[in-house]
């Protein structure tokens, strides 16, 4: 748990640990409510809540909360990546009537000082940040999904986010999952997305960005890709040298 606790208007964080914690069901609601598009995912914050999920090898998990004024407010869902020295930021959401208030801020700082934590767990000197796949607003089906686009893009870019100079299509879930039924997932279609870097204050300081490193670690230890994979190599296809 990073050391900062409390953050803007008296809210807190509470990290949802274990299958059987009773801060879980909580979570799920609360990720309904903020995503109800997203419902055929709980099995998955349920999975992060453990961890260390077998379905996700390469990653340590963590699912936190935010209160405020006694109500559950917000959820942030992210990843180390072990093999790696970043992360996978999955989901971060408030409900409508928190928003605006700097709590997105205080949890994407949170969320840097926790991958910086992780990262010294796991043999690294610090962590460069974390990646987010970010819709992007040239795919909107309505005029109101364009300007939900374009603004949760102004939330990323105000918290720092570099957008990758990468074609990136996100799979519609991490591959050969124990805790979700195929089946379930039948009527999902890989996306387009933005693909942008959050980075910690070592990432801003590091000269060299290895796009190569940061495409596969998403793709290759998170989603559990082959390296010859379609979304692999179209990602990497334009690139030539690795670093930006
Ligand atoms: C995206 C979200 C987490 C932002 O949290 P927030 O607490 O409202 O954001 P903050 O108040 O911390 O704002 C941080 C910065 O982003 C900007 N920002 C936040 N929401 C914005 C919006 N809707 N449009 C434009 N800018 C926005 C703020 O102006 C602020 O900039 P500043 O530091 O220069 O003042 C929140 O709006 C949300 O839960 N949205 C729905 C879920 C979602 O889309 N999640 C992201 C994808 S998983």
């Not at 990136?168 to 050969?176: K, R, S």
């Not at 801003?204 to 796009?211: C, E, M, P, R």
């Not at 670690?217 to 979304?231: A, P």
């Amino acid at each position: 748990m990073p050391l900062e606790k409390h953050g803007p208007n008296g809210a807190c964080l509470h990290e949802v640990i274990g299958a059987d914690s009773p801060l879980l069901d909580i979570a799920c609601e609360l990720f309904l409510k903020i995503f109800p598009e997203d419902h055929r995912y709980v099995p998955y914050i349920r999975a992060c809540a453990q961890q260390r999920h077998p379905s996700h090898p390469n990653t340590f998990d963590h699912v936190w909360l935010v209160k405020q004024n006694e109500e559950w407010v917000g959820l942030r869902v992210f990843s180390y990546i072990i093999t790696r020295d970043f992360g996978h930021g999955a989901y971060i959401g408030l409900t409508n009537k928190v928003r605006g208030q700097g709590l997105g801020k205080w949890l994407v700082k949170q969320t840097l000082e926790q991958l910086d934590l992780d990262a010294r767990q796991f043999g690294k000197s610090a962590s460069i940040g974390y990646l987010v796949e970010v819709e992007r607003s040239v795919d909107a089906k309505s005029e109101a999904d364009r300007l939900a686009d374009e603004r949760r893009l102004q939330f990323h870019r105000q918290c720092g986010g570099i957008i990758l100079p990468v074609p990136f299509m996100e799979p519609v879930m991490i591959e050969d999952v124990s805790y979700i039924d195929p089946a379930a997932l039948k009527d999902e279609s890989p996306r387009p997305m933005h693909l942008i870097l959050i980075p910690s204050s070592a990432g801003i300081k590091s000269a060299n960005l290895d796009i190569v490193d940061l495409v596969h670690g998403l793709y290759l230890d998170v989603y559990r890709l082959k390296e010859d994979h379609e979304f692999v190599r179209n990602a990497l296809s334009s690139f030539v040298g690795g670093h930006i």
